[in-house]
């Protein structure tokens, strides 16, 4: 069973670059046409997906957020990583991490998801 879980500052200035990490277990990110994504919930808001990287390592970005978001990997810790630049209190939300065989923007789409964290953008 893939589990995940997502670790990073839960308070990040405004402009600032926030970093989240999600380590992986119970499988590998290189493996099985694994796409690895960041999707975050706005408060009252619905999910919203922000990128993936696949097995292969090349990343796909949501086009309202690609000028500002960066997903890469760390294959020795199975883990991947997400920033996102220069933050604004519409930033603020919970962060989840999650994976799916195959590739999808759509939220509902992944099947693994790791418990989320809350990221918040205030000075």
């Known amino acids: 069973q893939v589990q995940l879980q997502e670790s990073g500052p839960g308070l990040v200035k405004p402009s600032q670059t926030l970093s989240l990490t999600c380590t992986v277990s119970?499988?590998?990110?290189?493996?099985?046409?694994?796409?690895w994504a960041w999707i975050r919930q706005p408060p009252g808001k619905g999910l919203e997906w922000m990128g993936a990287?696949?097995?292969?390592?090349?990343?796909y970005y949501s086009p309202s957020l690609k000028s500002r978001t960066s997903i890469s990997r760390d294959t020795s810790k199975n883990q991947y990583t997400l920033q996102l630049s220069s933050v604004t209190p519409e930033d603020t939300g919970v962060y989840f991490c999650?994976?799916?065989?195959?590739?999808?923007?759509?939220?509902?789409?992944?099947?693994?998801w790791g418990q989320g964290t809350q990221v918040t953008v205030s000075s």
């Open positions: 999650a994976a799916r065989k195959g590739y999808s923007d759509s939220p509902s789409d992944y099947d693994y």
């Open positions: 990287i696949a097995y292969s390592g090349s990343a």
């Open positions: 119970g499988g590998s990110i290189t493996t099985n046409y694994g796409y």
